[in-house]
């Protein structure tokens, strides 16, 4: 298994652009969950899905974020208009196993710069 | 409101001698915790974990602490080694995967 993919690694846009992050999760898993890394905040989780159904979108910082799962293999995390401050790594995990064993896999994440 | 805080932003620790890395938590309900690793331009990678209903996991080089009266868990590594060198997140949840996850201590391990 490849683990989780993340795409783009980089991306770099001007305020106002919509900005689009791929996340290709562990196959067989039922939750899929975004995460946004800034110095200030840490890891802060966005959004999760289980079942391909966004469960808690809580964490999502404004109407501006969006996230879907359209089948158990792909979801994206769209930022439109995108502004300097949504700058950050934003990862994708998936949990290890079907049980709760405490373990997620991240993704290598997609580091954003909005100019 | 951060309910997992890391209050030390980084920490230098000499080749072979104990890092100790700490977070502190607010919520009382936190049940799990969990320690993850992460390199530059990499993912976080998980560490070590522990149950609420324990004080203390090791593994290998690494130990977590858990004070549940002081709301406070410590991560150990001895001997450090200079690969160690790494941002370590301490994360907390009710038993869900529904982390709360710290602002990271950066550590440098010097050869």
């Known amino acids: 298994d490849a683990g989780v993919i993340q795409s783009p690694r980089h991306e770099v846009t001007e305020m106002g652009q919509e900005v689009t992050l791929r996340c290709k999760p562990i196959s067989g898993h039922d939750y899929l969950f975004w995460y946004r890394q800034t110095m200030m905040r840490g890891l802060e989780l966005l959004i999760y899905?289980?079942?391909?159904?966004?469960?808690?979108d809580s964490g999502m910082p404004e109407d501006r974020f969006s996230a879907k799962m359209p089948n158990a293999s792909f979801s994206t995390l769209k930022i439109q208009p995108s502004e300097p401050r949504d700058s950050a790594v934003y990862f994708c995990?998936?949990?290890?196993?079907?049980?709760?064993?405490?373990?997620?896999?991240f993704g290598e994440g997609s580091r954003l710069t909005v100019l | 409101d951060q309910q997992v805080k890391q209050n030390s932003p980084s920490l230098s620790v000499q080749e072979g001698r104990i890092s100790i890395l700490n977070c502190d938590y607010t919520?009382?309900?936190?049940?799990?915790f969990l320690w993850y690793k992460k390199y530059p331009a990499e993912g976080p990678t998980f560490l070590i974990s522990?149950?609420?209903?324990?004080d203390k996991n090791e593994d290998g080089r690494f130990t977590v602490f858990l004070n549940k009266s002081a709301k406070h868990l410590s991560l150990h590594i001895v001997p450090s080694q200079p690969g160690d060198s790494a941002v370590y997140f301490c994360a907390a949840t009710t038993g869900t995967y529904k982390y709360i996850f710290g602002t990271g201590t950066r550590l440098k391990v010097l050869a």
């Open positions: 522990i149950s609420s209903i324990k």
């Open positions: 919520n009382s309900m936190f049940d799990y």
């Open positions: 995990a998936t949990p290890r196993d079907r049980g709760f064993t405490g373990e997620l896999f």
């Open positions: 899905f289980n079942n391909n159904v966004p469960i808690d």
